[in-house]
């Protein structure tokens, strides 16, 4: 079972940039759509950025298109999340997760991996 692990996260001012990875171990990430979710005190997990298996398709949140940008590197065993113009209602811990198949979805639900998560607080 694939085991993965975020990082990068902190506490940023508004409008700064943090980059976020997640390292995959015990596994591979080569094959299949990987994701980035959010979940504030109090809220649901949401969908933030997905990518599918070869990183030819990418897709977003509404609220962090423009804003943010995912990527992979196979042959690192790596996903990255790069978060620039930071607002308040960003702040959340954020996921990274794998998907047992090679296209994206939004929902958690068909994620079967997930990392346990990196704290990202933007202070107004």
């Known amino acids: 079972q694939v085991q993965l692990v975020e990082s990068g996260g902190g506490l940023v001012q508004a409008g700064d940039s943090l980059r976020l990875s997640c390292a995959a171990s015990g596994g591979t990430l080569s094959g299949w759509a990987l994701g980035w979710f959010r979940q504030a005190p109090g809220k649901e997990r949401q969908f933030v950025a997905a990518?599918?298996?070869?990183?030819?398709?990418?897709y977003y949140a509404d609220s962090v298109k423009d804003r943010f940008a995912i990527s992979r590197n196979s042959a690192n065993n790596m996903l990255s999340l790069q978060m620039n113009s930071l607002k308040p209602e960003d702040t959340a811990v954020y996921y990274c997760?794998?998907?047992?198949?090679?296209?994206?979805?939004?929902?958690?639900?068909?994620?079967?991996?997930w990392g346990p998560g990196t704290q990202v607080t933007v202070s107004s």
């Open positions: 997760a794998r998907r047992y198949q090679g296209t994206h979805s939004t929902s958690p639900l068909q994620y079967d991996s």
């Open positions: 990518i599918n298996w070869s990183g030819s398709s990418k």
